[in-house]
């Protein structure tokens, strides 16, 4: 069982940055994959990032490439994404998941966070 719970979101002005952090409870986080996805409402859940439970392969939307970062530290049992050169259209709530691959699947994953919002003034 993992526990996940999101923070870092807020409201930022275009062309800003955050970082986004996943805290997992329980000993078995370095042997999942960690995910980011994204929603907004009337819209479906997302992909934006993966990475694998090593953090040696990571994989990203095209919609993000170039602008976000995906990584973990085992140690802390965290996950992070870091957003830059940010859009109104990254606007949504971001979740973190765990898998047992790094999948870009939503039905792959076998848990989540509650979700923390994301807001990009123009």
């Known amino acids: 069982q993992v526990q996940l719970v999101e923070s870092g979101g807020g409201l930022v002005q275009a062309g800003g940055s955050l970082r986004l952090s996943c805290a997992a409870s329980g000993r078995t986080f370095s042997s999942y994959a960690m995910g980011w996805f994204r929603q907004v409402p009337g819209k479906e859940r997302e992909f934006v990032a993966v990475?694998?439970?090593?953090?040696?392969?990571?994989n990203y939307a095209d919609s993000v490439k170039g602008r976000f970062t995906i990584s973990r530290d085992n140690a802390k049992n965290t996950a992070y994404l870091r957003m830059n050169s940010l859009k109104p259209e990254d606007t949504a709530v971001y979740y973190c998941?765990?898998?047992?691959?790094?999948?870009?699947?939503?039905?792959?994953?076998?848990?989540w966070g509650q979700g923390t919002q994301v807001t990009v003034s123009s």
């Open positions: 998941a765990a898998a047992t691959g790094p999948w870009s699947i939503v039905s792959m994953y076998d848990y």
């Open positions: 990475i694998s439970w090593s953090g040696g392969r990571t």
